[in-house]
């Protein structure tokens, strides 16, 4: 019964913006510490950013600086702010809901060349 849908990746060029969105069910969104996730081809799933239902966020050294994740509670909505994107930030970025299980979206990709 849960759902999160993805949405806002694109091609742009090095040093370009995006904003990616995670509509999530409310049930869910209330009480789990959502993520985004990457995945490019040939490598390993990686965690690039989390927030609580506190509002702690977290980040992978690599975005660090550069990405900033937020909830709008409001519209039970998480979104990936992307700044100086670098062309290995290309992948599919996976929102993520986690409870005492994790729920996944389907992916948006995100494509950074010029």
């Known amino acids: 019964q849960v759902q999160l849908v993805e949405s806002g990746g694109g091609l742009v060029q090095p040093g370009g913006s995006l904003r990616l969105s995670c509509a999530a069910s409310?049930?869910?969104?209330?009480?789990?510490?959502m993520g985004w996730y990457r995945q490019a081809p040939g490598k390993q799933r990686e965690l690039v950013a989390s927030?609580?239902?506190?509002?702690?966020?977290s980040y992978v050294d690599s975005v660090k600086g550069r990405f900033t994740i937020s909830r709008d509670t409001a519209k039970n909505t998480v979104y990936l702010q992307m700044n100086s994107l670098k062309p290995e930030d290309t992948a599919v970025y996976y929102c993520s809901a986690r409870d005492f299980v994790t729920y996944w979206g389907r992916g948006t990709q995100v494509t950074v060349s010029s």
């Open positions: 409310g049930s869910i969104f209330s009480r789990a510490v």
């Open positions: 927030i609580t239902s506190g509002g702690i966020t």
